[in-house]
């Protein structure tokens, strides 16, 4: 009894072990590594002038302000598109939840690129999409997706749908179904049954998708090369030029670490935010 | 024997017109070539607390849940006050539902929870509203209305959905299993503070459950169900004094059951070989018991008497071995053999006082003619419980 007691008190810190120094190794130092780079200029001494030469640039300015909007369409699109998928999840027979399922993370197990290059053809001016709208004649002109804002989201949308989905649908099936019941009881409509009821107890698994959809479309790389082109120009695409093609390591570093701090910080607003949106259920916990 | 419309006149004696707040025709409930409910007939008049009992599975939750219209009956009707509901919307039924494990919204404090059904019926500001304030008031649970329910305990959950219903006036509360959920300690406590209520607030009433303690503590008249059917409808009395079947037997109290051979059955009697005692039995009209058939007897445990002394010449005497003598605080339980039946008999004695007779006492028997309950043997499926 005791000895099992005090096996089970390092038992978890040995199991993590072999995790958090691989963590360590691969995440920790490399971003202290490119921290001490982009503080340091050509002489190896202490300077600001990376990062001051980032915000004082529109250029590289509004690089930033290009990703930040691209995550927040790619989050917003994919939060509209998400709901219904999840909430179908939810709620129909298991037969039918397994294969939404099935077809959400399906795409996972192909390689973005080959899905980027998928995208490319569908896409480009005289690729189905464009060629179908014109036959339809709901337009004159090829819509330009390819290469374009548009095209981009639609691509992160299609990469990190599953992260939306997942924790929305787990969230949306905790929600006890008498409680919708309870709110018809009461005289409430499908309509403000889905707005008082189901979308307020939903927020956990709605704030956790959105956290990883926008914190993973800021950083990706691949989407916007492929399907942005030179035209739109990220903060990840910016790093890679930088580093790859100008051997400009330092001001690399400086745009990779304010990437880091932005995607931190929206992790850091996810955390406090959390609690004060599902505060019922964490004063829940202490009762029960 | 008292058919439910009489036992309901019974109940409300004195009231020249009794007014009727819910009834119940021909209702049944198919799903998939099941019948949930098969033919249920139940009326119910103003201010009265009914309950359903019965088994899981006998359709008790069903019928609650097509009254509330959570559930599309496949024929019949349901009235309410005289008007046809069926068809008509959950919410425009005037029926306050209590869910089993209350359902409240746990992401709303207790006022918001209460106020959420006027809110929809268009007052914004609710949840502040005096009538908020009268329906925590009558549920004493107006010093938490700014908690949230999962800092409640089980029995104040209760208390906030009954809260929640009752704000609306509805014509009928309905409760489904409502002290399921709770301990046994406040489950006692619970019965007797919903009654209380119901009491004060003469609400008609209608609740599910399948303990018969609690339907005999606090219900004005008992539906006992089985096989989508209702078995009988009666008092709680009425029920354990004049069972209509075996099921409802079983169901309601404890009972000896012996098996025995009708040698004679005559209009209002019969005689009946029991075990090598010859015993007089009364026999309601229709009991279907003729000569030559097999019967089930039965004698409730307070009323099989146990004397040490032989009976006299011409009195009833059965032989008996006393093989346990369980005391109980107010009463004593005696457990015997006996050649009558292969089961062992359980007789109680109010008072608890063994008078002498103890294990591995022999005693003797008797019992009152009027308190057999006769039934065919052939009439007891579902009877074993």
């Known amino acids: 009894m005791i000895q099992s007691r005090s096996r089970a008190r390092w038992a978890p810190g040995l199991l993590a072990g072999p995790g958090a120094a691989f963590m360590i190794l691969v995440f920790v130092t490399p971003v202290v590594i490119l921290a001490a780079s982009s503080f340091l200029d050509s002489g190896k001494q202490l300077t600001l002038a990376h990062y001051w030469r980032f915000f004082s640039e529109p250029q590289y300015f509004s690089t930033l302000w290009n990703s930040l909007r691209l995550a927040f369409f790619t989050t917003i699109t994919a939060i509209l598109l998400a709901y219904p998928l999840a909430y179908a999840m939810a709620t129909f027979s298991s037969g039918w939840r397994n294969t939404i399922l099935i077809v959400t993370i399906l795409p996972l197990t192909i390689s973005v690129v080959i899905r980027s290059f998928g995208w490319q053809i569908l896409l480009r001016n005289g690729g189905p999409i464009n060629q179908s709208l014109t036959a339809l004649g709901l337009i004159d002109e090829p819509l330009r997706l390819l290469f374009s804002e548009t095209g981009v989201v639609i691509g992160l949308v299609h990469v990190y749908l599953p992260f939306m989905v997942l924790p929305l649908a787990s969230a949306i099936e905790r929600i006890d179904s008498r409680l919708e019941e309870a709110a018809m009881m009461l005289g409430a409509s499908a309509f403000r049954r889905f707005i008082h009821v189901v979308l307020p107890l939903s927020v956990p698994g709605l704030a956790a998708g959105a956290t990883l959809v926008f914190t993973a479309s800021i950083s990706a790389y691949v989407t916007p090369a492929l399907l942005g082109g030179e ?13 790859l093609t100008l051997m400009d390591w330092s001001f690399g570093s400086a745009v990779s670490m304010i990437l880091t701090v932005v995607s931190l910080f929206v992790l850091v607003i996810h955390w406090a935010t959390a609690a004060r949106f599902t505060n019922w259920a964490s004063r829940a916990e202490v009762v029960k | 024997m008292p058919g439910p419309e009489d036992a309901m006149k019974h109940q409300f004696q004195g009231s020249a017109d009794v007014e009727v707040d819910l009834e119940v025709r021909d209702l049944s409930k198919e799903y998939d070539g099941f019948r949930a409910l098969d033919q249920v007939d139940l009326t119910v008049c103003k201010g009265e607390l009914i309950s359903l009992l019965g088994p899981s599975g006998c359709g008790k939750t069903t019928l609650l849940r097509s009254i509330a219209g959570l559930v599309d009956p496949s024929q019949g009707a349901i009235r309410i ?13 005037n029926v306050g539902f209590v869910f089993q494990s209350y359902a409240l919204f746990p992401h709303m404090t207790v006022r918001e929870n209460v106020g959420f059904g006027l809110k929809m019926r268009g007052d914004k ?50 409760l489904d299993e409502p002290f399921a959920a709770l301990d046994r300690a406040l489950r006692d406590h619970m019965q007797m503070e ?49 069972p209509r079947t075996p099921f409802v037997l079983n169901f309601i109290g404890k009972s000896n059951v012996f098996s025995g051979r009708v040698l004679q059955a005559t209009e209002g009697g ?21 000569t030559g058939s097999k019967a089930m007897i039965s004698v409730r445990p307070e009323r099989i008497v146990a004397e040490s002394a032989a009976p006299r010449e011409g009195e009833m005497g059965i032989p008996a071995l006393v093989t346990d003598a369980v ?15 292969e089961q062992p008999i359980v007789i109680s004695r109010q008072g608890g006082d063994p008078s002498g007779i103890q294990e591995g006492s022999e005693v003797w028997l008797s019992w ?9 043997a052939s009439a007891s499926p579902g009877a074993e419980l």
């Open chain 1, 231 to 243: 035209f739109i120009q990220v903060m990840p695409t910016m790093v890679a030029q930088q580093v």
């Open chain 2, 81 to 93: 006050k005289g008007k046809e509901i069926l068809g008509i919307a959950p919410h425009q039924r």
């Open chain 2, 125 to 174: 500001r609710a949840h502040t509203g005096p009538a908020v304030d009268r329906s925590l008031e009558t549920v004493k649970m107006q010093h938490l209305a700014h908690r949230y329910p999962g800092e409640l305990s089980g029995g104040q959950q209760q208390r906030i959905a009954i809260a929640r219903s009752i704000v609306l006036n509805p014509t009928l509360l309905l």
């Open chain 2, 194 to 242: 919903v009654k209380a209520l119901q009491r004060r607030l003469g609400i008609t009433t209608l609740f599910v459950t399948h303990d018969q303690d609690e339907a005999l503590r606090i219900s004005d008249r008992i539906a006992v169900m089985n096989a989508g059917r209702i078995e009988q409808i009666d008092t709680p009395i009425g029920l354990y004094k004049n």
């Open chain 2, 270 to 290: 019969a005689t009946i070989d029991l075990g090598g005692h010859v015993i007089e039995v009364p026999l309601p009209a229709g009991a279907g018991l003729v």
């Open chain 2, 327 to 341: 005391f109980l605080g107010g009463s004593l339980e005696l457990h015997l053999r006996s050649a009558i039946s």
């Open chain 2, 368 to 376: 009152q003619q009027g308190d057999v309950l006769t039934f065919p």
